[in-house]
C-alpha cells in the first residue's frame, strides 16, 4: 500500500501541476489590455508618446522606446515593460510620478510575458511607429494663407495673422498713431524713447516711405546692438563675476563687446553661432573669433577651498551641455542628465555624446584645496575706446613732462661743475662709521636669523608672508650722531637679494625701523639712500606710520644703504645695548634678507652726501658709469629736477595703471579625455564609454572620417538648414522680444511638454525666411516692425477681452512694462544725461551702501563711477552674480548664473519705491526738474506740455495738463511757506534753489514715475 502511494504521488503533483497552469493562464484581452489602458496609456498612448513609446500599439509596445525592447516574449526580467514595473531607482518606476501598481497587477503582468506574451491581432491601435513630434521635422516655406481683407495686411506676417482673425471672427486693431509708433519702434529697436525734435520730425514728414526710412536709421544705429545684445547676454549668463560664496571679478566685458558688434554689423546668425561654439577651431581664427567663444567660459565657477577641482570642471561642462541646448535648440536635454528624458525623444547616451564635444577643456581653477584661483586659457585684447583715448591724453602729457624736465636738466648741468667743487671740499674724516655687533636675533614669524663674521644678520629658512625682526646691537663709541641700514646681498637669498621676495624681484618693504636704548626710543631724522622707489621714500622707514615704507624695487641684485642722522647725539660712558625693530608686514615674503647698522660719528647736519658720492668726487678719474651714477646723484639732489621727475613718474604710473586687458577664450587640450554616462548622473559613478554625438531624432551628423569630430561639427550642425529647431528657436524669440511671448509661448521648451505654436504657419514661414535670407537677423526685425501686425494699435478692447483675453491671435499689440536695462535707458534718455559710450569695463553707478560687503578672500570694491561714466546704457552696468544691481534685481533682472531665456515680469511696491527713491533715479528726476526749469514758454500750460512730449512722446490731454499744473502750483506755495522742505528737496548746497525748481523736481518725479514712462505701448 505504501508502495502504490508513492508511485502514486508524482502522477498526482503533475496532475495538479497541470491544473494549476490551467488555472492561472493569462487572458491579455481581459488581465493584461485593461491595465495599460488604466495606468499607462495616458502617458503611452495616441497623444503623447514619452519615451517614443505606446503601449497601445502592438507593434510599438513590443519593439519599445527609447530604453530599449518594451516586451520580449518568455523573457520579462528582459522587457523593458516589467523591468520599470519594479525597479527601485528614483525616477525611473513607473507609472511615473503616481502609485506604483498593485503587486498583483505586476505579477500578472510577469506571467503574462513568461507565457509567451499572447497580444490578439486587432485589439489596439495598428501603428507602426511613434508619430514624429511636430517640432522635429524641418520646415518647409508654406504657402500664404488667403484672406478677406486684402488691404490690411502689409507683408507675408499679415497674411498669417489676418487668417487667423479671419478664421475666428475678429477683426486687427486700427494702426497706431504716429507718435506713439515712434516711440514703439525706438523702444523696440534701440532700447530708448526719441527727442521730442524727433518726434516732431517723424510727425511732420508726410513722405509715404517716412516710416521705413526710420526703420533703416534705427536698424543701422551702434545702439541697436546694445538693445539686442541685452537678451543674448541673459541667454549667455554674461556676468563679471565667478559666482558662488567668493564671486570674485573677471574680465569678461570683450566679449560683450563683439556680441555688441556682431548685431550691429548684422553678422549671420550661423556665423554667430559657430563663432560662439567654435571659434577657437576656425582655420587660423582671428582675435574677435577667439573672443566670441568667451560664450562658454561664462559659467559659474568655484574657487573656494575643499572645492574638487575636476567635479568643478564637470559642472561647467554640464552647463555647457544644458545651455546650447536651451538657446539652439529649444530643447530640456539636461532632463537626460540622469536618465532617459521621460517625455521627449532624448536618452542618457545622447547626452553624454553631446558633453563628449565640451569635454575637452582645461581645468579653470589652479592652487590649493584650501584657496583656489580663477584660471583658464586667456588672450590679450585691443583696450577699450576709452582707455585708448586716455592712454593718448597722458601719452602728450608724457611728452610735455619729458620735454620740462629735459629743460631743467640743461639749466642745471650749467652748475654741476660748481656742486663737484663745493662737494668736495667736504672731507671723509669728519664723520666715521663704526659697525655695531649683533645678538640675539629673533623673527616673529618663524624665519631663521644668524648673525655673520661681519656682523650682518641674514635671514634664511621659513620665508613667511610678513615678519617682524628684533635685533639687539651693542657699541662702546662716546657719542653717537646717527646709524647706517645696510641691506646687502648673499648667495642663500633669492636672486642673491637684499630682498626675499622673488628671485625674479627680491624687492624688501621696510615699514618701520625704530631703536631703543632702555625705554628711551631714539628718533631717527633726515634719511638719505642711494636708491628709493618711487613713492617709497627711505624718511617712510621712520616717520611712525605702518602705511608707508622704504623699498628698492626695481634696484635689485645689489647692496642698498640708508643713513639716518639722530635727533640728539646719544652719549654714554659705558657700553651701549640697543634694541632695533624692523617691521615688515607688506606681504608677500618682501623683508629684508641680510641686514646690518653701523653707528656714526661727526656731524653731518650741514650735508646729505653718502660716502659713495664722496668717493666719486675725490678721485681723479672716474669711469664713464661712475661719472653717470655721480650726475645721476646730483640731478636728483635738486629740487626742481626731484619735482619734475616726479611730475613725469606720476604720469608713467597712470599709464601703468591702464589695464591690458584680456579675454576668456575656449581652448581644447591636447590628449581628448574619455567621456562615459555618469550612473543616475552621479560624479565618479561612471558607466558606459562614449563619444560625441548628436541626438538621432535630429537630422544626422555629416563629419568626414579622416577629421577628428570636435565642437566646430556640432556647431556646423546646429546651424545646417535640416536642423528643425534651431532657425525655428530663434526667430521664435526675436518674435517674443517685439510681441512680449513667442509664437511658441514656451521659449525654452519646444518638446512635447511645451505649447504648440498658435500660428504654426507664420513659424516655419519665418523660419525659412531667416535660412534663405543668408540668417540675417535684421531683415527678420524689419520685416516685423514694417508689418502692420507691429503697427495695431495696443488698446484692449471689449471684444477681445472675451474672445482672445491672452491675445493670443494677436487682434492687438500688447503693451509690455520694459526691462530693468530699458527702465534705467529710458529715464536717463528723458531726463538729458544719457551717455552714449560704447564698449570696454564695466561701470559702478551709485547703489546703496553695504550692498557689496562680504565674507570672502578679496571681495571686488564697489568704486562708484564719476561724471558722465555713470550715466552709460544699463548693458554696461557691473554684474555680480552674489550681488546684482539692486535697482535692476527690482524689476525681475536675473542674476545670469544661468541661462534665462525670458524673464519674468512682475508688479511690485518695491519697483515703486526705486523709482522714487534710488539716488540714480533721483539724479535723472533732478536732470529732468532742473531741464524743464530752465526751458521757458510763454505759458506754464505750454512748458507742461513739453514735459509730458519729453517723457511719453504724446500730447497730453487738457485734463492731464490741468492735473499738473495743479500739482505745479500748489508745491511752489508749500515749498514758498515751508523753505526747509524745499532745502531738503534741493540739497543743502543749493542755496540760491528757488520754490519753483522744487516744483519742477516734483513735477519730474511724477512725469518719471508714470506706468506709460516705463510701458512700451
Not at 549 to 575: G, T, V, Y
Request: with cysteine; aromatic share 8%; proline share 6%.
Amino acid at each position: 500500500m505504501i508502495r502504490f502511494c508513492a508511485q502514486l504521488l508524482p502522477l498526482l503533483m503533475l496532475f495538479l501541476t497541470t491544473q494549476c497552469g490551467i488555472a492561472q493562464q493569462v487572458d491579455f484581452t481581459k488581465d493584461v489590455w485593461p491595465i495599460l489602458q488604466s495606468r499607462c496609456v495616458s502617458c503611452h498612448g495616441p497623444e503623447a508618446q514619452e519615451g517614443q513609446l505606446r503601449l497601445d500599439a502592438k507593434v510599438i509596445a513590443f519593439q519599445g522606446g527609447l530604453t530599449g525592447a518594451g516586451i520580449v516574449p518568455d523573457k520579462p526580467d528582459e522587457s523593458t515593460l516589467y523591468r520599470r514595473l519594479i525597479t527601485q531607482e528614483e525616477g525611473e518606476r513607473m507609472p511615473a510620478e503616481a502609485e506604483a501598481l498593485p503587486a498583483n497587477q505586476i505579477a500578472m503582468i510577469r506571467r503574462w510575458i513568461e507565457q509567451g506574451a499572447h497580444w490578439p491581432d486587432g485589439l489596439g491601435s495598428d501603428a507602426q511607429v511613434v508619430s514624429r513630434h511636430w517640432a522635429y521635422a524641418a520646415p518647409l516655406r508654406p504657402p500664404l494663407p488667403d484672406v478677406v481683407q486684402q488691404a490690411w495686411p502689409l507683408n507675408s506676417i499679415d497674411r498669417f495673422v489676418l487668417s487667423k482673425l479671419e478664421q475666428a471672427g475678429v477683426r486687427p486693431s486700427s494702426a497706431i498713431e504716429k507718435r506713439p509708433l515712434i516711440r514703439r519702434l525706438y523702444l523696440d529697436l534701440v532700447g530708448y524713447p526719441p527727442t521730442v525734435d524727433q518726434v516732431e520730425i517723424f510727425v511732420n514728414d508726410t513722405s509715404p516711405d517716412a516710416y521705413d526710412k526710420l526703420v533703416d536709421n534705427l536698424l543701422a544705429s551702434p545702439q541697436y546692438g546694445v538693445r539686442w545684445a541685452r537678451p543674448w547676454l541673459d541667454l549667455a549668463r554674461y556676468a563679471d563675476s565667478n559666482g558662488y560664496q567668493a564671486d570674485q571679478y573677471r574680465n569678461v566685458w570683450p566679449y560683450r563687446d563683439w556680441v555688441i558688434n556682431a548685431l550691429n554689423s548684422d553678422m549671420p546668425f550661423d556665423q554667430f553661432t559657430v563663432e560662439q561654439l567654435a571659434g577657437d577651431l576656425l582655420q587660423n581664427p582671428s582675435q574677435a573669433q577667439q573672443v566670441a567663444t568667451g560664450f562658454h567660459r561664462l559659467t559659474t565657477l568655484n574657487v573656494e577651498g575643499g572645492t574638487d577641482p575636476e567635479l568643478s570642471r564637470l559642472n561647467q561642462v554640464i552647463d555647457r551641455v544644458n545651455t546650447t541646448a536651451t538657446v539652439w535648440l529649444g530643447s530640456t536635454i539636461e532632463c537626460s542628465q540622469c536618465h532617459n528624458h521621460k517625455y521627449d525623444p532624448f536618452s542618457q547616451k545622447e547626452y553624454y555624446q553631446l558633453l563628449a564635444y565640451f569635454n575637452n577643456t582645461p581645468l579653470e581653477v589652479n592652487g590649493t584645496s584650501s584657496a583656489f584661483n580663477f584660471y583658464g586659457p586667456t588672450i590679450d585684447v585691443e583696450p577699450s575706446f576709452a582707455d585708448r583715448r586716455t592712454l593718448v591724453d597722458l601719452n602728450s602729457q608724457k611728452s610735455k613732462k619729458d620735454r620740462a624736465l629735459a629743460n631743467i636738466q640743461i639749466e642745471l648741468d650749467r652748475q654741476y661743475d660748481d656742486w663737484i667743487t663745493s662737494i668736495a671740499k667736504v672731507t671723509e674724516n669728519e664723520i666715521a662709521w663704526t659697525v655695531l655687533t649683533a645678538t640675539n636675533p629673533v623673527s616673529a614669524n618663524g624665519a631663521t636669523l644668524r648673525v655673520l663674521e661681519d656682523q650682518s644678520v641674514l635671514s634664511t629658512g621659513e620665508n613667511p608672508d610678513k615678519d617682524v625682526y628684533e635685533i639687539e646691537f651693542t657699541t662702546e663709541l662716546a657719542k653717537v650722531t646717527g646709524f647706517k641700514l645696510e641691506a646687502l646681498t648673499h648667495e642663500e637669498l633669492p636672486g642673491k637679494g637684499p630682498g626675499r621676495y622673488t628671485a625674479e624681484r627680491p624687492n624688501f618693504v621696510l615699514q618701520e625701523f625704530t631703536l631703543h636704548h632702555g625705554e628711551v626710543k631714539l628718533k631717527l631724522k633726515d634719511g638719505i639712500a642711494d636708491y628709493s622707489q618711487p613713492n617709497f621714500d627711505v624718511n617712510n622707514a621712520v616717520d611712525g606710520e605702518v602705511d608707508t615704507a622704504w623699498a628698492i624695487a626695481s634696484q635689485f641684485f645689489k647692496p642698498h644703504a640708508a643713513e639716518f642722522l639722530l635727533d640728539k647725539p646719544l652719549e654714554s660712558e659705558a657700553p651701549v645695548t640697543l634694541k632695533a625693530k624692523f617691521v615688515m608686514n607688506y606681504g608677500g615674503s618682501r623683508v629684508i634678507g641680510r641686514i646690518r647698522l653701523s653707528a656714526m660719528t661727526g656731524e653731518r647736519d650741514y650735508r646729505k652726501t653718502p660716502d659713495r658720492i664722496l668717493e666719486l668726487v675725490n678721485r681723479e678719474q672716474r669711469t664713464a658709469k661712475e661719472e653717470t651714477e655721480l650726475h645721476q646723484f646730483y640731478l636728483d639732489s635738486q629740487a626742481s629736477y626731484k619735482e619734475a621727475k616726479q611730475d613725469l613718474a606720476n604720469v608713467q604710473k597712470q599709464i601703468d595703471a591702464l589695464p591690458a586687458p584680456t579675454a576668456l577664450v575656449m581652448k581644447e587640450i591636447e590628449k581628448p579625455r574619455e567621456t562615459r554616462m555618469l550612473i543616475r548622473g552621479e560624479y565618479k559613478n561612471n558607466g558606459q564609454l562614449v563619444s560625441a554625438d548628436t541626438p538621432s531624432i535630429l537630422h544626422e551628423l555629416e563629419v568626414k572620417q579622416e577629421v577628428p569630430n570636435n565642437r566646430l561639427d556640432l556647431a556646423n550642425w546646429l546651424v545646417s538648414d535640416r536642423n528643425p529647431l534651431v532657425a525655428r528657436v530663434t526667430v521664435n524669440r526675436w518674435w517674443a522680444g517685439f510681441f512680449g511671448k513667442g509664437i511658441v509661448a514656451t521659449e525654452e521648451d519646444f518638446g512635447s511638454q511645451g505649447d504648440r505654436p498658435t500660428h504654426p504657419g507664420l513659424l516655419d514661414w519665418l523660419s525659412v525666411e531667416l535660412m534663405q535670407n543668408g540668417w540675417s537677423m535684421k531683415h527678420l526685425h524689419r520685416l516685423i516692425v514694417t508689418s502692420a501686425t507691429y503697427r495695431q494699435d495696443s488698446k484692449a478692447r471689449p471684444e477681445l477681452q472675451e474672445l482672445d483675453p491672452t491675445n493670443e491671435l494677436l487682434a492687438r499689440m500688447p503693451r509690455l512694462r520694459m526691462s530693468a536695462e530699458g527702465i534705467r535707458d529710458t529715464m536717463l534718455q528723458i531726463s538729458g544725461l544719457l551717455e552714449l559710450q560704447m564698449g570696454g569695463e564695466p561701470i559702478y553707478p551709485p547703489q546703496p551702501a553695504g550692498i557689496w560687503r562680504h565674507v570672502g578672500r578679496n571681495a571686488p570694491k564697489y568704486k562708484t563711477s564719476i561724471e558722465t561714466n555713470r550715466y552709460r546704457r544699463g548693458i554696461y552696468v557691473i554684474w555680480r552674480r552674489s550681488a546684482p544691481y539692486p535697482a535692476f534685481t527690482n524689476f525681475d533682472a536675473p542674476d545670469r548664473t544661468s541661462c534665462v531665456v525670458n524673464r519674468s515680469r512682475t508688479n511690485t511696491p518695491l519697483q515703486a519705491l526705486t523709482l522714487l527713491n534710488d539716488p540714480m533715479y533721483w539724479e535723472m528726476t533732478q536732470a529732468l526738474g532742473q531741464h524743464l526749469y530752465g526751458t521757458r514758454h510763454d505759458d506754464l500750460r505750454d512748458q507742461v506740455e513739453y514735459g509730458f512730449v519729453r517723457t511719453v512722446s504724446r500730447m497730453p490731454s487738457e485734463r492731464e495738463i490741468d492735473i499738473l499744473v495743479d500739482l505745479y502750483e500748489e508745491m511752489v506755495v508749500q515749498l514758498t511757506e515751508r523753505p526747509q522742505d524745499l532745502k531738503l528737496l534741493v540739497g543743502a548746497k543749493d542755496k540760491h534753489a528757488s520754490a519753483e525748481l522744487g516744483a519742477w523736481y516734483y513735477l519730474s518725479n511724477v512725469l518719471l514715475n508714470l506706468d506709460e514712462t516705463i510701458t512700451r505701448n
